[in-house]
T-cell receptor, first 117, second 115 residues
Framework: EAGVTQFPSHSVIEKGQTVTLRCDPI?????LYWYRRVMGKEIKFLLH????????ESGMPNNRFLAERTGGTYSTLKVQPAELEDSGVYFC???????????????FGPGTRLTVL | AQKVTQAQTEISVVEKEDVTLDCVYE???????LFWYKQPPSGELVFLIR??????QNEISGRYSWNFQKSTSSFNFTITASQVVDSAVYFC????????????FGQGTRLTINP
């Protein structure tokens, strides 16, 4: 079974440009999460999709970040315009939908390293 | 608010030594999950264990063991007879059991096993 995949693995852009990160969750996983690790600090939650709906976007830093999950399969995270402080590693994770709605184990992708110059 | 603290930023030991990674957490929830993830040089976060706050039994899986102590809000991870392949960054994390499912991570501990 394929794991969570992310594309690209590394992106280098200039301040003010736009970047789109993609995440393909494990097949059949309804839950999809985005996290970010900035400058060696702790990994921080950005948002959570259940299928195509945003369940929790409390961690999104500002309106320069836009996440979508059309059709409830893969997800994209767009940063527009990118700023220097957006540099970091962006992780995607997925988990199965659990009938009891309790937290299930999240499986992570390899991350996308974003560098904004 | 939930918080996870991994006070050890970096640990370096010689192969075959035992090593313990500390994790201390804060939460107002009476029920919660605790996790450990491993991040090898390849970058992905590899799930190691999930622990329910109801269950304080220690767990052993091969050379790995976990010590969960609710009284001290700690969930420590021990590797016995360490190997070079254990070199990685290890993250401890916490989540609610129901409701918000986001993981709250510690800062991570970089473990280096020297041959």
């Amino acid at each position: 079974e394929a794991g969570v995949t992310q594309f690209p693995s590394h992106s280098v852009i200039e301040k003010g440009q736009t970047v789109t990160l993609r995440c393909d969750p494990i097949s059949g996983h309804d839950n999809l999460y985005w996290y970010r690790r900035v400058m060696g600090k702790e990994i921080k939650f950005l948002l959570h999709f259940v299928k195509e709906s945003k369940q929790d976007e409390s961690g999104m830093p500002n309106n320069r970040f836009l996440a979508e999950r059309t059709g409830g399969t893969y997800s994209t995270l767009k940063v527009q315009p990118a700023e220097l402080e957006d540099s970091g590693v962006y992780f995607c994770a997925s988990s199965q939908e659990v009938r009891s709605k309790s937290t299930d184990t999240q499986y992570f992708g390899p991350g996308t390293r974003l560098t904004v110059l | 608010a939930q918080k996870v603290t991994q006070a050890q930023t970096e640990i370096s030991v010689v192969e075959k030594e035992d090593v313990t990674l500390d994790c201390v957490y804060e939460t107002r929830d009476t029920t919660y999950y605790l996790f450990w993830y491993k991040q090898p040089p390849s970058g992905e976060l590899v799930f190691l264990i999930r622990r329910n706050s109801f269950d304080e039994q220690n767990e052993i899986s091969g050379r790995y063991s976990w010590n969960f102590q609710k009284s001290t809000s700690s969930f420590n991870f021990t590797i016995t007879a360490s190997q070079v392949v254990d070199s990685a960054v290890y993250f401890c994390a916490l989540s609610e059991i129901q409701g918000a499912q986001k993981l709250v991570f510690g800062q991570g501990t970089r473990l280096t096993i020297n041959p």
